[in-house]
């Protein structure tokens, strides 16, 4: 099936720094889709990115997807300890499968 | 109202044991999945079900059965329990078939002993 890597896995930032997560596959997709999953929480959409140079913006989260739809991102601007979890993007696979980036756990310390 | 609601919550059982973890939703979705994530926060699919049938079936062991009485129910049964089954276990469910917004569960963190 789709893969999809995401990149850093772990990323320690000061508040107020900004912070940033990639998503790359080999193939094209028809959409990417953003999670947030807090500490002992669960999985929570952020937002769905569908068309080729796609930015959509959500107070300090700026997403985008690139023109060629294999590579997607996820900029927190100045960071605040609340945008602390970790951040997933996700495909949907041929199959109709919700295929998961390995996640970027974000710490942001005070 | 909890849109997905799975439980239970936690679960403590020893190596060898059956056991259930139960999951509906409220929100008249096509299609359920199962999550499996493990210590390092990795998210892989289990199961996923449209309309009562199984529609993908990762390659997980056979130990693990998923159970649909209905649409709005997805339950996941583990026979045989062992130590590196212990996770969390999460329940999603979806309006389409894969391409909509998931809706997940509270998770299930199961310790096996």
């Given at each position: 099936g789709q893969q999809v890597m995401q990149i850093p896995q772990y990323q320690h930032v000061q508040e107020g720094e900004d912070f940033t997560t990639y998503c790359n596959s080999s193939t094209t997709l028809s959409n990417i889709q953003w999670y947030k999953q807090r500490p002992g929480g669960h999985p929570v959409f952020l937002i769905q990115l569908v068309k080729s140079g796609e930015v959509k913006k959500q107070k300090r989260l700026t997403f985008q997807f690139g023109e060629a739809k294999k590579n997607s991102s996820l900029h927190i601007t100045?960071?605040?300890?609340?945008?602390?979890g970790t951040y997933f993007c996700v495909i949907s696979g041929s199959a109709r499968q919700l295929t998961f980036g390995s996640g970027t756990q974000l710490t942001v310390l005070p | 109202d909890t849109a997905v609601s799975q439980t239970p919550k936690y679960l403590v059982t020893q190596m060898g044991n059956d056991k259930s973890i139960k999951c509906e939703q409220?929100?008249?979705?096509d299609t359920m999945y199962w999550y499996k994530q493990d210590s390092k926060k990795f998210l892989k699919i289990m199961f996923s079900y449209n309309n009562k049938e199984l529609i993908i079936n990762e390659?997980?062991?056979?130990r693990f059965s998923p159970k649909s009485p209905d649409k709005a129910h997805l339950n996941l049964h583990i026979n045989?329990?062992?130590?590196?089954?212990s996770a969390v276990y999460f329940c999603a469910s979806t309006k389409?078939?894969?391409?909509t917004e998931a809706f997940f569960g509270q998770g299930t963190r199961l310790t096996v002993v």
């Open positions: 100045a960071t605040q300890t609340t945008d602390v | 409220n929100l008249g979705h390659t997980v062991p056979n045989s329990l062992e130590l590196g089954d389409g078939q894969g391409n």
